[in-house]
Antibody, heavy 123, light 106 residues
Framework: EVQLVESGGGLVQPGGSLKVSCAASGFSFSFSDSTMHWVRQASGRGLEWVGRIGSKGGGYATAYGASVKGRFTISRDDSQRTAFLQMNSLKSEDTAVYYC????????????WGQGTLVTVSS | SYDLTQPSSVSVSPGQTARIPCSGDILAKKYARWFQQKPGQAPILIIYNDSERPSGIPERFSGSSSGTTVTLTISGAQVEDEADYYCYSAAGDNLVFGGGTKLTVL
């Protein structure tokens, strides 16, 4: 069974930093073939794409949404089957549940999500 | 506002057919996907490429597309189908989402 498990969420002050992780298991193919995304959802608001890091074959290319570009960084450790989201200069509007998502370019049927981790930015 | 538009709620009785539309200009050019989300659980992909169903998803779930609107249909909805349903699509590197539809089956 495919599982994505996020961890590392919590309470952080405005201007602070936090790093959340996404551990993958149960893949029937190499984790390095997957593209890892982060998506967030603030309470009472819609889903917002945060960014993604491409596969090994894609050169681990990254892309970010406009609201987080320059503040957030996505990375991965294929040996640990884990993706990371480093969040700096956090603002109150970054408060949300952060979900990781995994896709594979030539496997459109594969689109796995984690349960999410709550990040609260407040003083 | 959201890039894709869905009704906020749909209600049906068990055994009835539930239809959830999702509209947006991007859907004329890009495929849509749907996921189901129950409280406290991870979202689950139920439809991709507008109308394809991943392995393990019950046949009562189907998708269709016409112009700028895609529709999720649950034929013979069951109580366990009560959940939030979201449509989404890829717009270049970005993902765009609908606001979600709460399906009530009672």
């Amino acid at each position: 069974e495919v599982q994505l498990v996020e961890s590392g969420g919590g309470l952080v002050q405005p201007g602070g930093s936090l790093k959340v992780s996404c551990a993958a298991s149960g893949f029937s193919f190499s984790f390095s073939d997957s593209t890892m995304h982060w998506v967030r959802q603030a309470s009472g608001r819609g889903l917002e794409w945060v960014g993604r890091i491409g596969s090994k074959g894609g050169g681990y290319a990254t892309a970010y949404g406009a609201s987080v570009k320059g503040r957030f960084t996505i990375s991965r450790d294929d040996s640990q089957r884990t993706a990371f989201l480093q969040m700096n200069s956090l603002k109150s509007e970054d408060t949300a549940v952060y979900y990781c998502r995994s896709t594979v370019i030539d496997k459109n049927w594969f689109d796995a999500w984690g349960q999410g981790t709550l990040v609260t930015v407040s003083s | 506002s959201y890039d894709l538009t869905q009704p906020s709620s749909v209600s049906v009785s068990p055994g009835q057919t539930a239809r959830i539309p999702c509209s947006g200009d991007i859907l004329a050019k890009k495929y849509a996907r749907w996921f189901q989300q129950k409280p406290g659980q991870a979202p689950i992909l139920i439809i991709y490429n507008d109308s394809e169903r991943p392995s393990g998803i019950p046949e009562r779930f189907s998708g269709s597309s016409s112009g700028t609107t895609v529709t999720l249909t649950i034929s013979g909805a069951q109580v366990e189908d009560e959940a939030d349903y979201y449509c989404y699509s890829a717009a270049g590197d970005n993902l765009v989402f609908g606001g979600g539809t709460k399906l009530t089956v009672l």
